[in-house]
């Protein structure tokens, strides 16, 4: 982002631009590398799958997970309704779906669309920071439930779950545990080694790869999640998600983890910096400035503020030639209402 004509971006959560390094590696595999990563009889489909396992490689070193458990994707909507939907159909002996208020519309559809086919849903409230407790999920959960959902990081506040213990409490009641992690996978250390998550979701266009590429995690444990495909067809990716694979987009997502993986520790530290050297300096001239979602337990980049007395839209209006920044979640575009996540906070409208 040099053009200095251009406004200063402050929507990352929304989306990353491209690193460079990963346009680079990814153009390839649209021009001589172009073949179907199916076709491994000859050299261009061969070529197409070398690239693909490379990328199932890094995206697993990044996560901690093993290459097979991956099952890319075009997003994380995708994915979170695949985890949801797809587990939901393949194990029909339970019913119950929870999750929180403050989930990405991908996830809160998900599970209203199977509340009006036959499944009970509960909704966990979180507390002003914008977090679930794990007492409220001990004491929702039962021997029905099949998914405890809850995301590893919010779009809009940057609030951090409580991962390890909501997934710790679900493996107790014989439920699996999802998580949303298109926020967290980049910016925060994620190892399935150490927890009890079965199923994750991840975007790449929020972790500077490409937009229109994501995966599902299936964890290989016991007992074993069961999905069952919502896109039928030639049986890709151990036959959970048919459609030729997005070869470019797969490979940027493994050039993405790569880089990730190499920067993460500093890279942490340094937008942590910039965040509350940004706060402070807000503050020092917006004495009643607010900020949203918990003060430390939150993503290293995310702010999310209010003023009082000032309309957000009409803030956003007046900057729009100098700042990029906006009022709620990119799924929600067109839409004037308040936003779902603040509102749970407790905030009026």
């Given at each position: 982002m040099n053009d200095l004509s251009l406004p200063i971006y402050l929507d990352y959560n929304a989306s990353t631009?491209?690193?460079?390094?990963?346009?680079?590696?990814?153009?390839?595999?649209?021009?001589?590398?172009?073949?179907?990563p199916s076709s491994i009889d000859h050299y261009f489909?061969?070529?197409?799958?070398?690239?693909?396992?490379?990328?199932?490689?890094?995206?697993?070193?990044?996560?901690?997970?093993?290459?097979?458990?991956?099952?890319?994707?075009?997003?994380a909507s995708e994915a979170d309704n695949l985890a949801i939907i797809g587990c939901a159909k393949a194990n029909p002996e339970k019913r119950k779906i929870i999750t929180s208020a403050i989930e990405h519309k991908a996830v809160l559809r998900s599970v209203e669309y199977?509340?009006?086919?036959?499944?009970?849903?509960?909704?966990?409230?979180?507390?002003?920071?914008?977090?679930?407790?794990?007492?409220?999920?001990?004491?929702?959960?039962?021997?029905?439930t099949l998914l405890v959902s809850i995301m590893m990081a919010n779009n809009e506040i940057g609030t951090i779950q409580p991962i390890v213990k909501l997934a710790t409490i679900a493996h107790e009641f014989g439920a699996f545990f999802h998580t949303d992690a298109a926020?967290?996978?980049?910016?925060?250390?994620?190892?399935?080694?150490?927890?009890?998550?079965?199923?994750?979701?991840?975007?790449?266009?929020?972790?500077?790869?490409?937009?229109?590429?994501?995966?599902?995690v299936i964890r290989r444990r016991s007992p074993r999640v069961k999905i069952e495909p919502l896109i039928y067809g030639g049986g890709h990716e151990r036959g959970i998600?048919?459609?030729?694979?997005?070869?470019?987009?797969?490979?940027?997502?493994?050039?993405?983890?790569e880089i990730s993986k190499t920067l993460l520790s500093t890279e942490k530290?340094?937008?942590?910096?910039?965040?509350?050297?940004?706060?402070?300096s807000l503050k020092s001239s917006l004495d009643e400035i607010i900020i949203n979602g918990h003060s430390k337990k939150r993503?290293?980049?995310?702010?999310?503020?209010?003023?009082?007395?000032?309309?957000?839209?009409?803030?956003?209006?007046?900057?729009?030639e100098e700042l990029a920044f906006s009022t709620g979640s990119a799924c929600e575009t067109g839409n004037v209402q308040s936003s779902h996540v603040l509102s749970a906070l407790g905030l009026d409208e």
């Open positions: 631009p491209t690193d460079p390094k990963v346009l680079e590696e990814m153009i390839p595999y649209f021009s001589s590398k172009f073949g179907n489909g061969s070529e197409a799958q070398k690239g693909v396992a490379l990328a199932r490689e890094r995206l697993a070193s990044l996560l901690g997970c093993n290459p097979s458990e991956i099952i890319f994707t075009s997003g199977l509340s009006k086919n036959g499944y009970e849903s509960t909704i966990l409230p979180v507390d002003t920071y914008g977090l679930v407790s794990p007492d409220d999920l001990r004491d929702a959960i039962d021997e029905n926020q967290g996978v980049g910016y925060l250390n994620v190892d399935l080694t150490q927890n009890d998550i079965d199923l994750l979701s991840l975007s790449g266009h929020k972790m500077y790869g490409p937009k229109g590429i994501g995966a599902l998600r048919s459609g030729t694979l997005n070869v470019p987009g797969i490979v940027g997502l493994g050039k993405a983890s530290k340094r937008l942590e910096s910039l965040r509350n050297h940004f706060f402070s993503l290293p980049h995310n702010l999310n503020l209010c003023i009082p007395g000032v309309r957000n839209k009409a803030l956003q209006y007046s900057l729009r």
